[in-house]
């Protein structure tokens, strides 16, 4: 099963930029994408980009689109994600998704499809 641990994360103002890194431990051979996540505590699960190993297809949420670039390394096993132009409702505490068996893009938005996560990244960005 695969382990996933993350850096990054941190304090930084409206309008500026944070690149979080998720990196994969013992990568298993059927899971076909990453992702990343992000939630408030109580509230829902919100996907927030995903990437296909094979190709490095990227899919995002609106709510990220043309801010957030996700991109991976497949020789060091590691998926990050930067963030531009970020928003104070960008503070969340962010996870890394991994060991998603699923073929089909619009399964990526569901957390239910990934098998391993990382520990969380706290993300505060001030006003």
């Known amino acids: 099963q695969e382990r996933l641990v993350q850096y990054g994360g941190g304090v930084v103002q409206a309008g500026g930029s944070l690149r979080l890194s998720c990196v994969v431990f013992?990568?298993?051979?059927?899971?076909?994408?990453m992702g990343w996540f992000r939630q408030i505590p109580g509230k829902e699960r919100e996907y927030v980009a995903a990437?296909?190993?094979?190709?490095?297809?990227?899919y995002y949420a609106d709510s990220v689109k043309g801010r957030f670039v996700i991109s991976r390394d497949e020789y060091n096993n590691t998926v990050a994600l930067q963030m531009n132009s970020l928003k104070p409702e960008d503070t969340v505490v962010y996870y890394c998704?991994?060991?998603?068996?699923?073929?089909?893009?619009?399964?990526?938005?569901?957390?239910?499809?990934?098998?391993?996560w990382g520990q969380g990244t706290k993300v505060t960005v001030s006003s």
């Open positions: 990437i296909r190993w094979s190709g490095g297809v990227q």
């Open positions: 998704a991994g060991d998603s068996p699923r073929y089909w893009s619009g399964a990526y938005s569901n957390p239910e499809n990934f098998r391993s």
């Open positions: 013992g990568r298993s051979p059927s899971a076909y994408a």
